[in-house]
């Protein structure tokens, strides 16, 4: 089993993985997302969404290394698991070579192997002994350099010495790739989740050590490890979580024998190296410092490594062309893979084009649908409509008789919910999205396409949307949730990705043909427990104030201000004591539509 941690790894997640899945050792895969920001998840399921090993589990937020390595291993099966970064290249025969030390000792629990950085050259940290309080001294004084005279003064980081000719033993390996036996993390147990990120491997590593499980580094296999591409996007905080797990590391393995030197010298002196990391920062910046540019150099790695995908579809590929507009959004992110390994050839409009989907029947194009017209839509065989619905008939009329065969568009519950709102503009796009329903029926009957219309309620996939997700960012950053009354109003989440599969399930279905289906998720929840369960799945302590409705109005106003929370009005704190529900039972009998339950996928933290 190997597991990956990822939080807005880039373009190498996908090479990492698809390297994994070219071992010659069989293996299942488990990327566990932190809550990416950028585009390497939906690059992943372009590139292998479909490959029957590889699973993605969505965790809510960042929930740091430790803790999202070990939901994923509550899920392995396997009797050896490699916790793998996903900035790291390995070879076919990388695994085989590796499980080789398991077999040849059973006294080995974890093994790890030389790492190289792109240009080459041995990565710090493959080989190393505990940083014991007196090595970390020596380390910071210079006393390393009389090492080679004196081994009382040996740096605990071995680079620079001469490599092994085999696998020798160590006391702690880079936690960029550690094989773990079972039988050994059974008695070791997970990674510590105290730590967010850095030191949970050196922890590990020692815990390993005391339970007497050899540690193996094996010079002859490489792995090739970029490092810090997760790190990048963050920088300060991650020096705060890496000088935290530092402390937290001296503290739970050396504080009761060196109380003194521990709070005199090595807690000072790791929050003052801290402090000069953080200046150090902003003068990078400036280029005052020349540092690494980690996540350029991944791009690089990727481009040299870029080959045309394998088709990873189940069927053959039919020769049929499907238009995806706002194909930025939620739905697409799922919607586009799912196209794909149906054998699509996808074409994805977008007004600002990512740069990502290097597949040879997936294309992007740049258009603003409001007044341009891709010519990949003309007499295309599907056209699936995630842009506003009002949006979608002057689109068609502008096709002059070459509208696509089939069409799919996204509407709203919003044209029943916000038919008496007291905001003008609610209104309008009430009757906007009437409109276009009739104006959808009359153009399919007038140029003899079939259509459908979907009507979700509330859509979610948190860390993206604007309405759970702003709820999940108010929690986490107040520690309290504001509410009306008593926030009995009902709700039907529904997550996007079930919404894109709808949509893949109607290309085909004559049952869906020329009609509007009602898309709700699978539980109804009152307002105050839905904030109940976001609140649990992001590991916030839940506080419920009441809030007078005058005082609520002006809140919202003020937050309305800021450009996080601009979508927010007055009539959403009106909605919260009202019902939102649909039936979504034609859907499920005409479509076999099957919502989950919400938030299902997201690990309860605590």
């Known amino acids: 089993s190997v597991i990956i941690v990822n939080y807005n790894g880039g373009p190498l ?7 994994v ?29 479909g490959h029957p090993q590889l699973r993605i589990l969505e965790n809510p937020s960042n929930l740091g290394f430790a803790k999202a390595n070990n939901r994923a291993l509550e899920l392995a099966r396997h009797e050896f698991i490699l916790f793998l970064n996903p900035d790291c290249i390995l070879a076919p025969d990388t695994l085989a070579r590796m499980l080789a030390l398991f077999d ?29 309080p007196w090595r970390t001294f020596v380390r910071l004084s210079g006393l390393g350099r009389l090492g080679d005279e004196n081994p009382r003064f040996e740096n605990y980081l071995h680079i620079g010495k001469p490599l092994p000719e085999a696998a020798v033993r ?35 590593c020692l815990r390993f050590k005391q339970a007497g499980w050899k540690i193996l580094f094996e010079p002859r296999v490489e792995v ?10 963050r920088p300060m905080a991650v020096e705060y979580h890496k000088h935290r797990g530092m402390a937290r590391f001296y503290r739970k393995f050396f504080g009761d024998n060196n109380q003194l030197s521990l709070y005199l010298l090595i807690l000072p002196a790791i929050w003052l190296r801290f402090v000069l990391r953080i200046i150090r920062i902003p003068l990078g910046w400036m280029g005052v410092f020349q540092d ?33 507009t706002g194909a930025t959004s939620l739905i697409g992110d799922y919607l586009l893979p799912g196209l794909l ?52 008939p002057a689109l068609l009329e502008r096709l002059d008789g070459q509208a696509p065969h089939r069409v799919i568009g996204f509407g709203s519950t919003s044209m029943f919910t916000k038919a008496e709102s007291a905001l003008e503009k609610e ?35 948190l860390g993206r949307d604007k309405n759970v997700t702003t709820i999940a960012h108010f929690l986490k950053r107040f520690g309290f949730f504001p509410i009306v009354g008593e926030g009995v109003g009902l709700r039907q989440p529904v997550h996007a990705e079930d919404l894109a599969d709808a949509a893949l399930r109607a290309i085909d279905n004559p049952r869906s043909f020329d009609k509007a289906f009602n898309l709700s998720g699978r539980e109804t929840l009152s307002y105050r427990e839905m904030v109940r369960r976001i609140a649990r799945a992001i590991g916030v302590k839940l506080r419920m104030v009441n809030i007078p409705l005058p005082v609520f109005r002006g809140g919202i106003s003020l937050l309305s201000r800021f450009p996080r929370f601009e979508h927010l009005n007055s009539e959403m704190v009106t909605r919260i004591s009202q019902d939102m529900c649909f039936d979504n039972s034609v859907a499920i009998a005409e479509l076999g539509f099957s919502p989950r339950p919400f938030l299902e996928d997201t690990p309860a933290q605590g």
């Open 427 to 461: 209104r309008e796009l009430v009757a906007g999205l009437n409109r276009a329903e009739r104006e959808m029926a009359e153009m399919g009957k007038r140029y003899g396409f079939n259509w459908t219309v979907f009507r979700p309620t509330l859509v979610y996939h």
């Open 292 to 324: 690494r540019r980690p996540q350029q150099e991944a791009r690089e790695v990727a481009e040299h490594m870029a080959r045309p995908l394998a088709d990873i579809s189940p069927v053959e590929p039919a020769p049929r062309r499907a238009v995806v």
């Open 104 to 132: 040849a000792d059973t006294e080995v629990g974890m093994a790890g192997c030389l790492i190289r950085n792109p240009d080459g050259s041995e990565q710090p940290g493959c080989r190393r002994s505990i940083p014991t």
């Open 21 to 49: 899945l070219e071992s010659t050792v069989p293996v299942e895969v488990f990327v566990s997302d932190n809550a990416s920001t950028d585009t390497s998840l939906i690059e992943l399921r372009l590139a292998l969404g």
């Open 170 to 204: 160590v006391e702690a390996i880079s936690g960029a790739f550690m094989l773990v036996r079972r039988e050994a993390l059974r008695v070791v147990g997970p990674m510590d989740e105290g730590y967010f990120m850095h030191f949970e491997d050196l922890d590990w």
């Open 341 to 392: 390994q149906a054998g699509y050839d996808v074409h994805a409009v977008s007004r600002e084009p990512p740069d990502y989907g290097h597949h040879p029947r997936f294309h992007w194009h740049h258009a603003d649908i409001t007044r341009e017209t891709p010519e990949a839509t003309r007499k295309a065989d599907v056209l699936i409509h995630l842009a506003p619905l009002a949006t979608l």
């Open 13 to 19: 997640l996908s090479e990492c993985v698809r390297c």
């Open 224 to 233: 090739m490890h970029v490092g810090g591409v997760c790190s990048a996007s």
